[in-house]
């Protein structure tokens, strides 16, 4: 395993694949191109572009991911280990191979047109970011988003990038219609911490003004403070929602940590290099949340924590809700009926 820091990366190394019996190591360091380790996009071939899960914690049963990999480097990413399916690392590789959805709208447009769609709620992206970086460049988001207005399909968004707001006009639309939920993650006010935890997404302040932007236009929009890491940035929580509901956030949801897999590693060695005093004081709160356990993947609990501590923590979170004038996002909702068109197909 290969360990330096690189400008711009979130993960130190370039762990195995747990799937492959053949292991790379490089002689000197991971291959750099003027000390900057360079990004590259691949094609990606599917003819599948709507993901369905059947998780009773997560409100929404389709996801639509442009993108596999994500340019923003946040190491404590809980997808990085999809990118092991790919025969890549979920380390480095996760932020540095990333594959392009090319036909997402065409692929998105032929299921619309289907007579066997029934308009249902889809989140954008479920996995990772679809205003990631390179879709300044591709764009993909932004021909899914023209396709739900044509067919007025609902969905929701979630971004940690501005970028959000070059598609102001298509969301606004679509929330005047009243199909459109977007949630802004924020996981702390401090750019010095942002930019070692989540170094490719927007800063802090970035993302509090995407809220005042969109909000400013109809759309309606919520803070996501994720992921909480105690110890960390747990105490941050009253701050960030405060700063959220003055840029005008109507509601707010949070998710604790999770360590899956090769995520669990690449945060500890995060930890020792940027946090080597803390890092014994952060690992013990975590497993306060989550009853002695670095990480839990069971269902109900994975993304609030349980015991008595992520019970303070929930009171906790409720109490500033209500003190800022926030609805709690479980409790946000989007209007799915049947658009006009799509109901010519069911009388025919």
């Known amino acids: 395993m290969t360990k330096g820091r690189w400008r711009g990366r979130g993960a130190l190394s370039n762990p195995s694949n747990r799937f492959e019996s053949l292991k790379l190591e490089w002689e000197e360091e991971y291959p750099t191109e003027k000390g900057v380790i360079k990004t590259f996009f691949y094609e990606d071939p599917t003819s599948e572009i709507l993901s369905y899960n059947k998780s009773p914690d997560l409100g929404f049963e389709l996801s639509l991911n442009p993108y596999r990999g994500c340019e923003h480097g946040c190491i404590y990413c809980y997808a990085r280990p999809t990118h092991e399916y790919l025969g890549f690392s979920a380390g ?3 932020e540095s191979r990333i594959l392009v959805k090319t036909k997402a709208a065409l692929l998105l447009e032929k299921i619309f047109c289907s007579p066997r769609w029934k308009p249902k709620l889809i989140m954008m992206s479920g996995v990772t970011d679809c205003y990631q970086p390179c879709e300044s460049h591709f764009k993909l988001t932004r021909r899914c988003l023209e396709i739900f207005l044509k067919y007025r399909n609902p969905l929701a968004v979630i971004t940690k990038n501005r970028l959000i707001c070059r598609d102001m006009d298509l969301l606004k639309q679509l929330a005047e219609l009243d199909l459109l939920s977007v949630s802004i993650s924020v996981t702390t006010l401090d750019p010095l911490l942002a930019s070692v935890l989540e170094p490719r997404a927007s800063k802090p302040a ?4 995407a ?3 969109l ?3 109809g759309v309606p929009v919520g803070v996501m403070v994720a992921p909480i890491i105690p110890g960390l940035n747990d105490f941050e929580m009253p701050s960030i929602l405060k ?3 003055e840029a005008g956030a109507t509601f707010a949801g949070y998710s604790l940590l999770r360590l899956p897999w090769a995520v669990k590693d690449l945060f500890l060695e995060w930890l020792s290099t940027h946090f080597p005093a803390k890092k014994e004081k952060i690992l013990s709160r975590i497993k306060d949340y989550r009853e002695g356990k670095i990480s839990d993947s069971s269902f109900g609990t994975r993304l609030s924590g349980s015991g008595k501590q992520a019970d303070e923590f929930s009171r906790w979170f409720r109490c500033f809700l ?3 004038g926030l609805v709690e996002k479980k409790k946000q909702k989007i209007n799915g009926s049947i658009p006009q068109q799509l109901e010519l197909f069911e009388k025919e």
């Open 215 to 217: 909000s400013s236009v």
């Open 92 to 94: 480095l590789d996760f």
């Open 243 to 245: 700063a959220a509901s």
């Open 211 to 213: 809220i005042r932007l």
């Open 322 to 324: 209500h003190k800022y």
């Open 206 to 209: 970035l993302r509090l003004e």
